[in-house]
C-alpha cells in the first residue's frame, strides 16, 4: 500500500525525499515505513536514506569501474591493431591508418589527421611529422573524428561554393564570402575575419581547412550575438524602455 497523504497533526508524514527517489528507492522507503514504529521517526527514516545514498554510491563506482575497464580495452585494441613501431602511442601515419578504418576506408586527409592531434592532444604544434597521441588522447581523437564525420557532407557542400579555387581549403577572402552570407549580406571587416582565423585556424596553416570549418562558423556565431546584444543594450540606454523621444512613451 502506498504511504499516507500528508496531513497536518493526522497520522504518520510522508518524507518529502520520495518525491524525487527513483521507484526501487520509494519501495525501499515503503519498506521501512510499515516495519518502523506507528509514526515513522525520524531516525529511521534518515537510516533509511543513508542506506539509499550509500547504494548509489556504489552503483557509481561500479559505473566508474567497467566505463575504467572498458577504456582499457579499448585502448589495448587501438594499440595491438595500430601501433605498428610498437612505441605505445599513435604516430602521424598510424593515425591515419586508425582514422581511416574507422571511416570504412576512406582516407582521412593530411589536414583531417593534422587536425585531430591537435584536437585529441589540445596542444598546437607545427611538428606533426613527429607528433603523436598517447592513450590518454585516443577517446578525445575518436570523438572528434566521429563528431566531423558527422558533419562532413554539408561541410563538402559548403566548400563546393566557396573554395573557388578548389584547394580543399578557405583564403581570408573566400572565409569573409562565407561569413558574410551568414551574417545576412554584412561582410565582416579585416579586424572580425582575423578574430576568426585566430580561433578556428588550430592546425595553423594559415587557411580553414574542411575540419575547422565547423569551429569558424560557430565562433563567427558567437561573435554575432555578442554584437547584436551590445547593439540592443546601447538602444536601450539611450532610449529606455516606455521612453520616446518627446517623453514617456503610453502603452496600451
Known amino acids: 500500500p502506498e504511504l499516507p497523504p500528508f496531513q497536518r497533526g493526522a497520522g504518520p508524514q510522508r518524507p518529502a525525499s520520495t518525491q524525487t ?80 578504418s574507422v571511416a570504412q576506408g576512406q582516407s582521412a586527409s593530411e589536414d583531417e589527421i593534422k587536425w585531430v592531434i591537435v584536437m585529441a592532444t589540445q596542444q598546437q604544434t607545427s611538428d606533426f611529422e613527429n607528433a603523436a597521441i598517447t592513450p590518454d588522447d585516443f577517446s578525445r581523437a575518436i570523438e572528434a573524428w566521429m563528431s566531423y564525420r558527422e558533419c562532413k ?27 558574410g552570407e551568414l551574417n545576412d549580406g554584412a561582410i565582416p571587416n579585416d579586424e572580425e575575419v582575423e578574430w576568426v582565423f585566430k580561433h578556428a585556424d588550430v592546425i595553423g596553416n594559415g587557411v580553414i581547412t574542411k575540419p575547422e570549418l565547423a569551429k569558424a562558423i560557430s565562433v563567427w556565431y558567437v561573435h554575432v550575438a555578442e554584437l547584436d546584444q551590445a547593439r540592443q543594450m546601447e538602444q536601450e540606454a539611450v532610449n529606455p524602455r516606455g521612453m520616446c523621444s518627446a517623453g514617456p512613451c503610453v502603452i496600451s
Open 153 to 179: 557532407a554539408e561541410i563538402e557542400d559548403i566548400f563546393k561554393k566557396y573554395d573557388l579555387d578548389s584547394s580543399g581549403s578557405l583564403d581570408k577572402a573566400q572565409l569573409r564570402s562565407l561569413l
Open 21 to 100: 527517489l527513483s521507484r526501487d528507492d520509494s519501495e525501499i522507503l515503503q519498506k521501512a515505513y510499515h516495519r518502523g514504529t506507528a509514526d515513522f521517526e525520524p531516525k529511521t527514516q534518515m537510516a533509511t536514506l543513508v542506506l539509499i545514498q550509500k547504494r548509489k554510491e556504489c552503483a557509481r563506482r561500479r559505473e566508474l569501474f567497467e566505463r575504467k575497464r572498458e577504456h582499457k580495452k579499448f585502448v589495448k585494441d587501438v594499440l595491438a591493431s595500430w601501433d605498428k613501431g610498437g612505441s605505445g602511442d599513435l604516430r602521424f601515419d598510424e593515425v591515419k591508418e586508425w582514422l581511416s
